[in-house]
């Protein structure tokens, strides 16, 4: 349940304001079909994230040493650094468009995925509490918190919530728990 719960706040939180946030407001401004792109980022935040929670808890049971539990919680350090920095929209208006509004937002969401923040926070939340359906399941849940409402509500969303302070939250959330597996690793707690 931990893992599960984890991974919804911190993908929830890492999310807004992201790239993939902004493509679900991108696409849901040219579609005008919301429940395709739900559908689209559903399937492909699934997929994706499965295969990054997967490679996560693999290379945790392989590597599972005192030195990569201390990489694990620098890459949570690093992810409160990232978070910090505003994603820009200018590199999405280049996805594809041609097939409707659910296979284009499947595309266009598993691609803006990779090496994303939110991918590299489900590759060590995975690596973190090695279990793969649970960290999915959250950070899938996490997705769909932070893009349905952007998907209704698109432009006046971002207007009204105030990105650098769901940011600095987010990042804190980050640095907390990379803290917590320093310590955790170090005895300390």
Not at 75 to 93: C, H, N, Q, R
Not at 116 to 139: N, S, W, Y
């Amino acid at each position: 349940m931990e893992a599960l719960l984890t991974s919804t706040v911190v993908v929830a939180l890492a999310e807004i304001g992201d790239k993939t946030q902004l493509l679900a407001i991108l696409l849901a401004t040219r579609f005008k079909r919301p429940w395709p792109i739900i559908a689209g980022i559903f399937v492909a935040t699934l997929a994706n994230h499965f295969l990054a929670a997967l490679v996560g808890e693999q290379v945790a049971s392989i590597l599972d040493g005192v030195w990569f539990r201390y990489a694990v919680a620098a890459s949570f350090v690093a992810m409160a650094i990232w978070t910090l920095i505003p994603d820009k929209i200018d590199d999405l208006e280049d996805k594809p468009a041609k097939f409707g509004a659910f296979v284009t937002t499947v595309i266009a969401f598993f691609l803006v995925e990779m090496g994303d923040k939110t991918q590299i926070a489900t590759v060590a939340l995975g690596a973190r509490f090695h279990e793969v359906l649970p960290v999915m399941t959250g950070t899938t849940i996490g997705m769909l918190l932070a893009n349905v409402p952007a998907v209704f509500l698109g432009h006046e969303l971002i207007k009204r919530v105030p990105l650098n302070v769901v940011r600095m939250v987010a990042a804190l959330l980050f640095l907390l728990i990379g803290l917590w597996l320093a310590a955790q690793t170090s005895g300390l707690i």
